[in-house]
């Protein structure tokens, strides 16, 4: 069957993350990015949420089970509030969803309920490297096998809350296949850098660099390992997601802005120029959710075709969200170039998506 | 309800005999009837018609429903997106040779969307006789495209006969003489004209009227030569004096200062064009596939899954072009879904045709462009696809048309207030 609507469990979720956003995120997200810091309040609040610990089973101190859909739903109202709010909210994922989709029983049993359970804390998990061209299949983060343990040699970035990260997931290049190791804080070698990452966007998320020498750390699933390409795939339907809701939210402010200001004696929303522009934003956000809905109940059924169409879900709105935010600048005119603007923000957010794989996961 | 996309099983079912269909009895003779314009594939149009009827269709690619079995569970409908399936498929075949499918076409959705149940048991029974039967929609007029409510064409009740008196000129009618020229293997059919009752009431003048093939005074002057679409018969029709039977007029027969009239067209247009837009994407489909293999047959493989800075300018064509048209298949989906789910869905309706309209053209211009001289040589179907394409941003309201009624929607603006 062909269905196009959200459960009601799946609603009463959108609903309480959208009302989030929109009252506490959006209005926080310009302070937030000049101050370089989302306040605490509010990061416990949406928390409170309950995005991670809905997708958790019970037997690890959780009230439910993880859906791509849902999760891409959820995080598309967060992103709509603030990306870096949303990425500071859902941090914790990025360590617990992998132990989630590939760790041993052991691991769940060991991180899992510790998570849930409790408040907000700063979990995290390390992808990116400095290279142009990056690319998850080839990473140059290297693991080594020693004994039962394994061997971390490299250097990460844009590594959210890395500082006080009580754990992490980094992904290394373990006999030329990508598989993620859990590291634990203040592990021999480990070295986080003092300085924060300082970037075009997302300066409310505290990123930093990681450097490992000869680290010590357990692997994903044991010794036997797990499969990468559903890690990736959650990493970028995610990313994709978050792009649908900074796109969103640029078109909702330029709808509003074109429908207050004037000029020639009409409002701007009345001119074929403005109003076609906002015409195929609304379009292309349409086409990208729907890629990206298509993507995530792959995953979630195993259809052979995930790991293509989730790529295609997280290219295509990373361009989209390029478009629509771009555009969202142009309809405020002079006043979008303005950092009091909220599209000014957004559009610098949104040119991120291609080279910020891995800062959230559904 | 929940968010799913696993292709219902009878829809499953049917494209695998579609598909056959499409190769078999369209593909095969697409080049022999894109060269000799106007000829008509009778093998193709008695073969729907028969299927169709066998399918128990109801005459014609229409919105079907299953009647459920005695005491099974009811199953949400599916009609709308089983249609528009069919007209995807149909379309990667040949998409002229799709709207020359024998049944009721937008004539007969113009009566569906604004008949009253007398009109729609008296005109489309016929779609289910024993013969292929056409019926067509005549809005444009020399003077009138985009701007419907400007057309000229008159209708005036002779009070004495109680008839209409119809006069005016039509172009552009999809199917116009396979409607209304009297052909030995068709059935009867009849063209819907559009024509204003009342000039000064504007919008709201506006009528549909059914006038049977035969009827005296309709003059088809001639077939249009086209870039595309060849095989389907594009008619100019001018209309001098024609009466027509008062009860033929669809919707009120006197003016109000209500948008009745004008609704009706629009109602209609919600119906059709995420069936426009399906049929676009079928050809973009057929496109994209060609390209696929032919890259393949000459050793270039597509690198799913690496970052764009990696990838070789054909990869990043053919992944766009992907993205593309899975994308705005996905906007067709859900427009018909909700026209099934009886959900008003006029701004994804349109949003679909806009998608459409863009992506069909883009994705066959670059599938041209890639492959250089076997995109542009006759020899192959591709150069056709292009030309056929391009119609989909025409009609059913142009590209910018359909933005206007996106724009309208979003802003909650009138007419009036974004023209
Ligand atoms: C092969 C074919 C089959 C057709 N079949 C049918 C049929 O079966 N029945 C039928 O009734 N019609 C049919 N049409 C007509 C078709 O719907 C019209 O051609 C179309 O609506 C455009 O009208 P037009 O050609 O008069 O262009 P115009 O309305 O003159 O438009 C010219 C250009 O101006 C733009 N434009 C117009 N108004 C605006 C505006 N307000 N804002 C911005 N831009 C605007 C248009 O987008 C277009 O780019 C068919 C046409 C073709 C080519």
Not at chain 1, 27 to 48: I, M, N, Q, T, Y
Not at chain 2, 314 to 323: S, T
Request: overall charge negative; some cysteine.
């Amino acid at each position: 069957m062909y269905s196009f609507e959200p459960n009601e469990e799946q609603q009463m979720l959108v609903d309480a993350v959208g009302k989030y956003a929109a009252n506490d995120l959006r209005p926080a997200a310009h302070d937030a990015e000049e101050g370089r810091e989302f306040p605490k309040k509010l990061v416990s609040k949406g928390w409170e949420l309950g995005l991670l610990q809905a997708s958790v089973p019970e037997s690890y101190g959780g009230f439910g089970d993880r859906s791509a859909v849902t999760g891409a739903l959820a995080v598309e109202e967060m992103a709509f509030g603030d990306l870096a709010g949303a990425l500071s909210v859902m941090a914790p994922s990025l360590f617990a969803t992998p132990i989630l989709i590939g760790g041993s029983e052991e691991q769940k049993q060991q991180y899992l309920p510790k998570i849930v359970c409790g408040e907000w804390a700063p979990y995290t998990a390390a992808l990116m490297e400095m290279s142009f061209d990056f690319d998850a299949h080839s990473l140059k983060t290297t693991a080594k096998a020693d004994g039962e343990q394994y061997v971390l040699n490299g250097e990460k970035i844009f590594v959210p809350f890395a500082k006080d990260a009580e754990a992490m997931v980094v992904y290394a290049n373990f006999n030329g296949v990508t598989q993620g190791f859990i590291v634990a804080k203040g592990s021999t070698g480990l070295v986080v850098s003092e300085e924060r990452e300082k970037l075009m966007g997302l300066n409310a998320l505290p990123m930093y660099r990681v450097k490992l020498e000869n680290v010590t750390a357990s692997r994903l699933g044991g010794a036997s390992g797990h499969d990468f390409e559903l890690i990736l795939a959650a990493m970028r339907i995610a990313s994709a997601a978050a792009a649908v809701g900074v796109a969103k939210s640029s078109f909702e402010y330029a709808k509003n802005y074109a429908k207050e200001r004037d000029a020639f004696g009409v409002k701007i929303a009345q001119k074929q120029a403005v109003a076609f522009m906002l015409a195929e934003m609304r379009t292309e956000i349409e086409a990208m959710r729907l890629l990206t809905w298509e993507a995530a109940w792959k995953l979630d059924n195993q259809k052979e075709d995930f790991c293509i169409d989730a790529y295609l879900a997280f290219t295509g709105s990373a361009d989209m969200a390029m478009m629509v935010t771009d555009r969202g600048v142009q309809i405020y005119g002079g006043h979008g170039y303005i950092r009091e603007n909220p599209v000014e923000l957004l559009m610098r957010n949104g040119r991120g998506f291609p080279m910020l794989l891995g800062l959230a996961i559904v | 309800m929940t968010i799913e996309f696993e292709a219902p099983k009878p829809i499953v079912q049917q494209q695998v005999m579609l598909k056959t269909v499409a190769e078999n009895m369209m593909r095969s003779v697409s080049r022999e009837f894109d060269e000799n314009e106007h000829s008509i594939p009778w093998d193709y149009v008695e073969f729907m018609h028969t299927a169709m009827k066998a399918a128990g269709g109801g005459g014609g690619l229409t919105v079907t429903e299953e009647k459920p079995k005695e005491g099974a569970e009811k199953r949400p409908p599916i009609g709308y997106q089983k249609l528009a399936t069919q007209i995807e498929m149909l379309s990667w075949g040949d998409v002229g040779m799709y709207l020359i499918t024998p049944g009721g076409g937008l004539g007969a959705a113009a009566v569906a969307a604004a008949g009253s149940p007398e009109q729609k048991a008296k005109f489309l029974e016929r779609f289910n006789g024993d013969k292929p039967t056409y019926a067509a929609m005549c809005m444009t007029e020399p003077g009138a495209g985009s701007d419907t409510s400007s057309i000229r064409t008159r209708a005036v009740l002779d009070e004495a006969t109680k008839e209409w008196i119809i006069n005016g000129e039509k172009i552009f009618v999809t199917g116009g003489d396979k409607s209304f020229t009297e052909y030995e293997k068709l059935g009867k059919g009849f063209i819907v004209v559009w024509a204003s009752i009342d000039p000064s009431a504007g919008r709201s003048g506006m009528r549909a009227f059914v006038i049977e093939s035969g009827t005296p005074g309709v003059k088809i002057n001639k077939l249009e030569h086209k870039m595309g679409i060849r095989v389907s018969d594009t008619a100019a029709i001018s209309l001098v004096d024609v009466r027509v039977p008062f009860e033929n007029v669809l919707g009120k027969p006197t003016v109000e200062k209500t948008n009745t009239g004008f609704k009706g067209a629009m109602a209609t247009f919600d119906a059709t064009r995420p069936l426009v837009a399906a049929s676009g994407i079928g050809v973009a489909r057929a496109a994209l596939e060609f390209l696929k293999e032919k890259l393949e047959e000459n050793g270039v493989k597509i690198r799913y899954g690496l970052p764009r800075q990696k990838l070789t300018n054909i990869e990043r064509e053919v992944i766009d072009m992907e993205i593309m048209v899975k994308s705005a298949w996905l906007m067709v989906l859900k427009a018909v879904w909700m026209a099934d789910n009886k959900k008003p869905n006029a701004l994804e309706s349109s949003m679909c045709k806009v998608k459409a309209g863009d992506v069909t053209t883009k994705v066959t211009q670059k599938a041209v462009e890639i492959l250089g001289p076997l995109g542009y040589s006759r020899e192959l179907l591709l150069e056709k696809w292009f030309r056929d394409a391009k119609i989909t941003d025409i009609y059913e309201g142009t590209g910018q048309i359909n933005r206007l009624v996106v724009a309208r929607q979003i802003l909650g603006y009138t007419g009036a207030e974004l023209r």
